[in-house]
């Protein structure tokens, strides 16, 4: 079985300021994609950014970048110059060869203006 | 582009009743999934199907039933709905389980419908 733990349910964050959302998870697949969802008040679930378990660089979007620690388990979002927009639920996920997406318990990110 | 479409969107039901969320996809995908959001504890999945005519149970099955016929649609029905089960109902669609040829893994949401038991 594979886990994914979020530790944080909630952050704030200043407007233009960085912001770091912790994920950690547990599988015994060597091959496997994490994935950063942002969900905002409409509810639709929003792909932030992915990365693939077998590449050793760190997947960057624009303002989102991600932390990847494989030996360390570790899958942190790093989102750079917050916007009001960045408010939202965020998700991490783990999907391994199966296709089965496991999901972390969120973190709610609250940007200040 | 439609993508993944659910109905209904919102849904009250008493205890004891039955009723069906429709799931369509015009992706193609081979995959699709039920998961459902309750607060704290993130998307669980309820069902998966890895193509027509296929199911399988997820993480938490139990009062949930599934339907496939067509590739393009995922059928949930609640039997006899129970107040345990309020709570937000996503559907998703993916490519498949082979990873490359343009499959990333990712999964494509609906948004969602909410139902509330009473």
């Known amino acids: 079985a594979q886990t994914v733990t979020q530790s944080q349910p909630e952050m704030s964050v200043q407007e233009a300021e960085t912001v770091t959302l912790s994920c950690t998870y547990d599988?015994?697949?060597?091959?496997?994609?994490l994935f950063w969802y942002k969900q905002p008040p409409s509810r639709q679930m929003i792909l932030v950014i992915r990365?693939?378990?077998?590449?050793?660089q760190n997947a960057t979007e624009n303002r989102f970048s991600v932390n990847f620690q494989k030996a360390a388990k570790s899958f942190s979002l790093k989102i750079s110059d917050s916007q009001l927009g960045d408010a939202a639920m965020y998700f991490c996920?783990?999907?391994?060869?199966?296709?089965?997406?496991?999901f972390g318990g969120g973190t709610r990110l609250m940007v200040k203006p | 582009n439609a993508g993944v479409t659910q109905t209904p969107k919102f849904r009250v039901l008493k205890t004891g009743q039955s009723m069906t969320l429709l799931c369509a996809q015009d992706?193609?995908?081979?995959?699709m999934y039920w998961y459902r959001q309750d607060p704290g504890m993130g998307l669980r999945l309820i069902h998966y199907?890895?193509?027509?005519?296929?199911?399988a149970k997820g993480e938490v099955p139990d009062g949930y039933n599934v339907s496939r016929l067509k590739k393009q649609n995922f059928l949930l029905g609640l039997e006899s709905a129970a107040p345990s089960q309020t709570s937000v109902y996503f559907c998703?669609?993916?490519?498949?389980?082979?990873?490359?040829?343009?499959?990333?893994?990712?999964?494509?949401f609906g948004e969602g419908s909410r139902l509330t038991v009473l």
């Open positions: 998703a669609s993916s490519y498949g389980n082979v990873i490359g040829r343009g499959n990333t893994g990712e999964l494509f």
């Open positions: 599988t015994s697949e060597s091959d496997y994609y």
């Open positions: 990365q693939e378990a077998y590449k050793q």
């Open positions: 996920a783990l999907n391994n060869a199966g296709n089965m997406l496991t």
């Open positions: 992706m193609n995908h081979e995959y």
């Open positions: 199907s890895v193509g027509e005519g296929t199911t």
